[in-house]
């Protein structure tokens, strides 16, 4: 019984350990890294996202995070 109250004692002192973070898109965090704005748009195939720019276009996320990957290289 005591072994027990003293395990009990240590687990409610004990740090709790924080969730997971949850990994993000790459695509999302870079379309809102250069200003954009993200939309999800539903579709006969699922959903695919959109990232309306500071200068007006609209750009399908994943391209546009291909096309900056590309131009770091």
């Not at 309306?52 to 990957?69: C, K, M, N, Y």
Request: proline share 8%; net charge positive.
């Amino acid at each position: 019984m005591k072994s027990l109250l003293a395990v009990a004692a240590l687990l409610t002192v004990a740090p709790a350990i924080p969730p997971a973070r949850a990994l993000g898109n790459p695509a999302s965090a870079h379309c809102t890294s250069v200003g954009g704005r993200l939309e999800i748009r539903k579709g006969p195939q699922g959903e695919a996202g959109y990232c309306h720019l500071p200068d007006g276009r609209v750009v399908e996320e994943w391209q546009l995070f291909r096309e900056a990957s590309q131009a770091r290289r």
